[in-house]
């Protein structure tokens, strides 16, 4: 597979009104990942952080999977290639990603597309999608990591089950657990409550949804104690630098916010 034909299998769509959507587009391979896939995902991740125009991602598969995992076929060139460059990693470049990500998952999400949908803010599922761990089954070592997040997501009991015995965690069982956070008839319900939910983000003030965003996932590595220290610093360097000018475009906005009807509920 040369590079333009690895280029064509992860598709990016930007939009006028803020919204990118990146798609892994393998579908006869159920969306399963080369090396080169993973590199230029990574590289999509980052260009959607730099682009200024973009303020929400959305990020799905086409066809009947979301993502089958590593292509096993590939895998001595996926797993003892130049892995450990963060610049070609697609999940550090997602956890880099200042802004906010919203997995549409429609079928399978298996191993290291299980880890893809763990990288993302907030899930839209369809009701027949499953999320697979297999990392145990194949004899590999998870490394995007799925064995660290899921159990602070679902609980560590929880967690070792789906891990250690493969078993699928299905959408509705993982909305349950504040894994996904909502459940749709099919892939095109997903897409729409997907960009339902990005539309809604790009509503509110950029500025704020970027460090809400930051303080919110970087708060998730500390103690609680600790977290809302972070919480407080930032909060007082955030006041400390504002002008005269600031405060007042907050108050028209505020004023102006105040005047609209409430939005639906999501």
Known sequence: MDQSESENLIQVKKESIGIAIITINR???????????????????????????????????????????????????????????PETDPVIQMERL??????????????????LALACDILVASKGAKFIDTHARFGIFPSWGLSQKLSRIIGANKAREVSLTSTPLTASVAEKLGFVNHVVEDEEEAMKK?????????????????????????????????????????????????????????????????????????
Request: charged share 25%; net charge positive; glycine share 10%.
């Open 27 to 85: 579908p006869k391979s159920l969306n399963s990942l080369t090396r080169a896939m993973m590199v230029n995902l990574a590289e999509a991740f980052k260009e959607m952080d730099a682009d200024e125009s973009i303020q929400v991602v959305i990020f799905t598969g086409s066809g009947k999977s979301f993502c089958s995992g590593v292509d096993l076929t590939a895998a001595e060139s996926v797993f003892k290639g130049d892995v450990k460059d």
């Open 98 to 115: 200042r802004k906010p990500i919203i997995g549409a998952i429609n079928g399978f999400a298996i191993t290291a597309g299980f880890e």
């Open 194 to 266: 997907a960009r339902g939910i990005a539309e809604a983000i790009i509503k509110n003030e950029q500025g704020m949804v970027l460090r809400i965003k930051s303080v919110i996932n970087d708060g998730l590595k500390l103690d609680l104690g600790h977290a809302l220290t972070l919480e407080k610093e930032r909060a007082h360097a955030y006041y400390r630098g504002m002008t005269k000018e600031q405060f007042k475009k907050m108050q028209e906005f505020i004023a102006g916010r105040g005047s609209k009807k409430p939005s639906s509920k999501l």
